[in-house]
């Protein structure tokens, strides 16, 4: 049984003790709830991919608890430490070269060069990081494919009795996954759209960062895109003028709407609707991440 416990001084102290168990634990990022493992401990990584049934060849984020850590574990080049400079910590992730012997079992990058890596900004993240002294790989705590989780109740919902602890501290605040970005010969190239905006998607077909593949975050009813109404056994996500059975953002506001995306995902799927149809996002800003978000959920 998966115990809930609030975010206090006394369950960092718990989760820091099943992580050097070699157990992942739950815990709230700033994007989304993550599962979190020591990242130097093959055995625990492998934890991870058996709960969330993860494909072996995708690879996890490495949370660290600042750039010296990071430096630690992968190369910058000046580009790279002034992204890190601007946006860490937050909801940015960089996939650089792996440093040798920087001590990150080989299973979290799956056996790529590169490593990815993130200074988080959310307290629960940043005190579990603290209280380990350890490297976290943690992916959305989700079974993998599913929807990504914006409140422990959604870690319950799709991994109980597969992790032992979630840390609740309510619902997260971004809403989606982070931004994720390579840097080469100088240039960013933006390999996962996020809430941080970097440019256009630029990235080829090759896996070398999480939530590439096609089919991602995915409810397990079928879901439309852009739709206008709801048919009869539909449940409709709206947005702005939209209204729907629930609103991502009755004002249009694509900040409010990325925040309730995966609760709104959970909601329809869990209704006594067959399907899910969710109202036009603007492609804009943001909005280009939530679309990118649906499409992947809307795969097949």
Do not use: C
């Not at 609760?263 to 109202?279: F, G, P, T």
Request: no cysteine; glycine share 8%; proline share 7%.
């Amino acid at each position: 049984m998966t115990r809930v416990l609030p975010f206090n001084d006394e369950t960092i102290a718990a989760a820091a003790q099943l992580i050097g168990e070699g157990l992942p634990v739950a815990v709230p990022t700033e994007t989304v709830y993550g599962l979190a493992a020591d990242a130097t401990n093959g055995e625990a990584v492998a934890r991870i991919y058996a709960a969330k049934g993860r494909p072996s060849f995708n690879p996890l984020i490495v949370h660290v608890a600042d750039l010296a850590a990071a430096e630690r574990l992968v190369v910058f080049d000046d580009v790279a430490r002034d992204l890190a400079a601007q946006y860490w910590p937050g909801p940015l992730t960089l996939v650089l070269p792996a440093r040798a012997g920087n001590g990150v079992a080989a299973i979290v990058s799956a056996g790529l060069p590169t490593l990815a890596v993130r200074v988080p900004a959310h307290p629960a993240m940043r005190a579990l990081l603290m209280a380990t002294g350890k490297p976290l790989a943690a992916p959305s705590a989700n079974a993998s494919g599913r929807i990504s989780p914006s409140r422990a109740a959604h870690v319950v919902a799709s991994l109980d009795e597969r992790v032992p602890l979630v840390i609740d501290a309510g619902a997260t605040g971004v809403g989606i996954e982070s931004t994720i970005a390579r840097v080469v010969d100088g240039q960013v190239e933006v390999l996962r759209l996020g809430s941080i905006d970097l440019g256009a998607l630029t990235a080829g077909d090759a896996i070398v960062a999480p939530g590439q593949m096609a089919a991602h975050y995915a409810p397990a009813k079928p879901l439309r895109l852009d739709a206008d109404h709801a048919e009869a056994d539909e449940f409709l996500i709206g947005f702005g003028a939209i209204a729907g059975d629930a609103s991502l953002s009755a004002s249009g506001d694509p900040v409010e709407a990325a925040a309730n995306l995966y609760d709104l995902l959970h909601i329809a799927d869990a209704s006594d609707r067959a399907r899910i149809a969710v109202a036009p996002v603007p492609q804009d800003g943001l909005g280009a991440a939530i679309n990118d978000r649906l499409k992947r959920a809307s795969h097949g």
